[in-house]
């Protein structure tokens, strides 16, 4: 199958970007064509320092392969390196109605905050690029986190309509969504009824390559719920099941195992528990990173070689669009 993911170069790299998505790219590149990028076009829908941006894609990219991208199975490559999605996504903005994307939560929830007068176009836009990333590389799998779901309801409506109007030409994508259990939405560590985020204060979320103090000092005070109970109710202890999806992810332990383990015991011992687990998990990862960052000329050639790889293919597809839809082609 060939699979297709991306993600922003913007804030460190968090345990719900690994458990929901980076986590299921690296064991999908052992069977199938996969292209990872870089969404460095993405992030510019956020004021950006251009050399804070430049480094941090960069820094991305170290992290992705320390985290178990493999070059030589995967595709890996920065967004902006490719220039046909920006032509494809004109093209596909065509077809779609403006009131389709005013809906898109995210779109609603970015512009509230900045209102609708001033908020970028890329604000709305950004579905249409995100589809235009998916359906030029003729993507049928597309692994993601929850969050990003709807965004890809309008990729598949998107392929549907370009084909109906122009002629079959890009597969339609399927979202592959982990189960909540399998880490589709981690949450915030500081309020767990929202998702943990990249854009939220530094104690909600735990980076990938955070240092043992700071991980066992962000899990020990982690927002649990009332009781005592260590048991996976998402809907009444959203803290505490939170806990329990991480410490079964990362234990390849189940999370009734895990409940039973700590059946006895209070919150304090299993964040102590946990704590130490992810100090002993996250430490080859850190590692890794470490080692690579030595090699910076390594990555650099990493990205060359996707940018080439993924290049073709963007071309192609591309050459086939301008045909279907009566650009000129000379
Ligand atoms: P981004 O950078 O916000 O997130 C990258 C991936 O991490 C997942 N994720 C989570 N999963 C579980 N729990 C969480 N708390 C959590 N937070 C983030 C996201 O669902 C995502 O899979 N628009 C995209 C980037 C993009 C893209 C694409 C993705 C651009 N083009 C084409 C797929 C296909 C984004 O900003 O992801």
Not at 103 to 112: A, D, F, G, H, V
Not at 142 to 169: C, M, W, Y
Not at 275 to 300: A, N, T
């Amino acid at each position: 199958m060939r699979i297709l993911s991306g993600i922003q170069p913007t804030g460190a790299y968090h345990i719900g970007n690994y458990l929901g998505a980076i986590r299921h790219w690296v064991k999908l590149q052992e069977d199938n064509e996969c292209f990872f990028f870089i969404a460095d076009l993405h992030a510019l829908t956020q004021p950006q320092d251009p050399k804070i941006l430049r480094n941090s894609t960069i820094e991305k990219a170290i992290e992705l392969v320390a985290l178990g991208l493999d070059p030589a199975r995967s595709t890996i490559f920065v967004q902006s390196q490719i220039k046909e999605p920006t032509e494809l996504a004109w093209i596909l903005s065509t077809i779609v109605p403006v009131g389709e994307l005013e809906r898109m939560t995210q779109y609603k929830e970015k512009s509230k905050k900045k209102g609708k007068e001033s908020a970028n176009m890329g604000l709305l836009n950004y579905p249409v690029l995100q589809a235009a990333d998916i359906l030029l590389y003729k993507t049928e799998g597309v692994p993601i986190g929850k969050d990003q779901v709807q965004h890809l309801e309008l990729s598949r409506n998107l392929a549907k309509r370009f084909n109906q109007k122009f002629g079959d030409t890009f597969p339609v994508p399927k979202a592959m969504v982990p189960s909540l259990e399998m880490g589709a939405k981690i949450l915030s560590l500081q309020d767990p009824k929202r998702k943990m985020s990249k854009s939220d204060p530094p104690d909600s979320q735990l980076g990938m390559l955070e240092d043992p103090d700071s991980i066992r000092r962000k899990i020990a005070n982690a927002v649990t719920d009332s009781g005592k109970q260590i048991v996976f109710n998402p809907a009444e202890k959203p803290g505490i099941s939170n806990l329990l999806v991480i410490f079964s992810l990362f234990s390849e332990q189940s999370i009734k195992e895990v409940e039973k383990k700590f059946q006895k015991k209070g919150y304090a011992p299993f964040k102590k528990a946990l704590g130490e687990l992810l100090v002993e998990k996250l430490e080859p990862f850190r590692k890794k990173y470490e080692e690579l960052k030595r090699r910076e000329l390594y990555i650099q050639e990493i990205l060359r070689q996707g940018q080439k790889k993924a290049q073709s293919t963007a071309q192609n597809t591309m050459e086939e669009v301008r045909e279907k839809i009566g650009l000129l082609s000379f």
